[in-house]
């Protein structure tokens, strides 16, 4: 991975890369060969597929969550450790079974986010999460931690206010900034949890991030694999300290990650545009899964946890997009109801 990106970044060559949660399968490759790869993305608009203009017609969506119980084994495991002072923070992810008449393209095609993947026929992207920007000896990160149902009245102060999530978000903006340190200067946070509303087809989300930037030490300037070997995992999706908290995690998670929360992104004559690789769906021999979590701490409620990873499936296509959909939760969807929209 590392000697490959380096070399393409020398050669002057914009490629694209997408780089799984334990780097056990990276894929570079120029961005012109992407597309003959089955390999389509966008980033804030810079795109390598044309819309088809087909309209979306009504659609289903189906999700099966994991019996709370199993949730809860998890959740404890990382709560032990916690109390032990092994971790300050641990992102908790499980799988969730889910069910759509659209395909994996369909939902690249259709979904609303600021950077989307379509990755063969094996899983989409669609993530709100900027990982790091580069734009000559400029880098910035926008860690993204906390969330919140935005139709709860009062529901961004209840957010900015929450212990729990302030607690979270600290750790993690004093994480990415450690990381950041690796490989600039000057680092700060220029920018500290702002909120951004997300729209769902059940409910609106808000969601904190915050801004931290440095300038890049002059050994990263052409050595964009050193890098990102110095940076992943990404500390809002693994926790603080990383190196203990990814061994707590293969511990409670107990599956595979794979892409998802790795990184995928790009670089093209000197600027690089990446994302964290959340709201992720897999095609599996077994069917459809969605993967998400959140950050856990000593202060969290494992049943508001859980939910926060139920309401974290769903698709990004919403009505007023010209499209119409009815969204039906599967058991176990805590407080979910069908929900029919249209235009």
């Known amino acids: 991975m590392t000697d490959l990106m380096n070399r393409l970044t020398g050669a002057g060559i914009p490629f694209i890369f997408v780089l799984d949660f334990d780097l056990k399968q990276p894929v570079i490759l120029p961005l012109a060969e992407a597309a003959s790869q089955g390999i389509f993305y966008d980033f804030n608009g810079m795109t390598n597929c044309a819309p088809t203009g087909r309209p979306l017609p009504e659609f289903q969506f189906r999700k099966f969550p994991v019996p709370y119980e199993k949730y809860r084994q998890a959740f404890n495991t990382v709560r032990e450790n916690l109390l032990a002072g092994n971790s300050f923070l641990t992102n908790l992810t499980l799988p969730t079974p889910i069910e759509t008449s659209l395909s994996l393209r369909e939902i690249f095609e259709h979904s609303r986010a600021r950077y989307k993947l379509l990755f063969k026929d094996r899983f989409v992207v669609f993530s709100p999460e900027t990982f790091v920007t580069i734009e000559g000896n400029a880098i910035r990160s926008f860690p993204m931690k906390g969330t919140i149902d935005a139709t709860l009245p009062d529901a961004r102060q209840l957010l900015l206010n929450d212990h729990k999530e302030r607690a979270e978000h600290f750790t993690i903006v004093d994480l990415i900034r450690n990381d950041l340190g ?59 300290p990383k190196s203990k908290t990814v061994e707590i995690i293969r511990q409670a998670e107990q599956y595979d990650r794979g892409y998802y929360t790795g990184v995928f992104g790009y670089w093209d004559n000197g600027r690089a545009d990446s994302a964290v690789m959340i709201r992720f769906i897999e095609q599996n021999p077994e069917g459809l899964v969605y993967k998400s979590g959140g950050g856990i701490t000593v202060y969290s409620d494992p049943e508001k946890e859980f939910q926060e990873l139920i309401d974290k499936v769903y698709i990004p296509i919403v009505a007023g997009s010209g499209q119409s959909a009815r969204m039906r939760p599967g058991a176990g969807s805590k407080g979910s109801k069908p929900l029919n929209f249209s235009n």
Do not use: C, W
Not at 185 to 198: G, N, P
Not at 226 to 232: N, P, Q, V
């Open 182 to 240: 690796r490989v600039a200067d000057r680092v700060t946070v220029e920018k500290f949890r702002y909120l951004d509303r997300v729209r769902t087809p059940e409910k609106d989300l808000f969601q904190a991030s915050s801004r931290i930037a440095g300038l890049l030490q002059p050994r990263f300037i052409n050595q964009i694999g050193d890098l990102f070997a110095e940076l992943l995992p990404a500390g809002s999706v693994t926790g603080a």
